[in-house]
């Protein structure tokens, strides 16, 4: 249905380079990639510096597996924004490609230029959160205390009846750390946060979460209760789940995996 609507509004408005976007955003999430790069590719002769079409183009190489020529839609992506908001957005596209080919010193200096753009026209509150949720590249890096130290750090400098928040930096790395007590304390901070705030934004993390934790403590039913809870909740947000997936032994149900 919401192609349908997408499509009749592109043959109203061809020209209008936000609505391919979207649709071809939309026939991503629908399997249909050359559809998609169809759409992108009129996008890009009407402007063929369209920030926003060469990030889903990327999107796009990096789903096929053609990471080189991600990048290279990535980097054309970052000359040509315009605007602090592209810039940022396209950082944190960089950053996730360079986790993903294991570049995670690189990806921390995307992680630092984004917070600088996003500083332009964010809060700084919406800024210190938006950080606090890449603390698992200290992980990867093999380094927990220091990612630690910095989301102790960013949770410091927050006003107290924001710290709650800084869960969303802690509690990942005490997961990655095996240490469920500590990621417990912070879970339970986050949800008090999001209640008080009425932030339904941050359930489905919460539940990923809860997750990851009962992974972490062998309670695999619990972990399968709160994954179906997401999936009801948000249901895209279960591909995420792969990272509990991780911590399950092969006697798991295959449900689950």
Known sequence: DAARWLEKFVATYPERASGR???????????????????????????????????????????????????????????????????????????????????????????????????????????????????????LRNDIESGLGFARAERAGMAPQFRGAAALGLVPLFLEASEPDSARVYIDELASFTDTYKLELIRPVILMFEAELAGVEGEFETALASLDALAQLRPESVRSARRTVTVLPQGVPSSFR
């Open 21 to 139: 976007i979207e649709l071809a955003r939309l026939y991503l999430d629908m399997a249909q990639r050359e559809r998609a790069r169809e759409e992108l590719d009129q996008v890009l002769l009407l402007e063929n510096r369209n920030p926003a079409a060469l990030r889903a183009l990327a999107d796009i190489e990096t789903r096929e597996g053609r990471l080189a020529e991600a990048r290279k839609r990535l980097e054309q992506a970052l000359q040509a924004s315009a605007i602090p908001s592209e810039r940022s957005q396209t950082h944190d596209d960089l950053r996730n490609l360079d986790e993903r080919e294991g570049r995670i010193a690189d990806a921390q200096r995307q992680v630092a230029a984004s917070r600088t753009a996003a500083s332009e026209f964010m809060g700084p509150m919406q800024v210190t959160i938006s950080t606090l949720t890449t603390t698992r590249l200290f992980a």
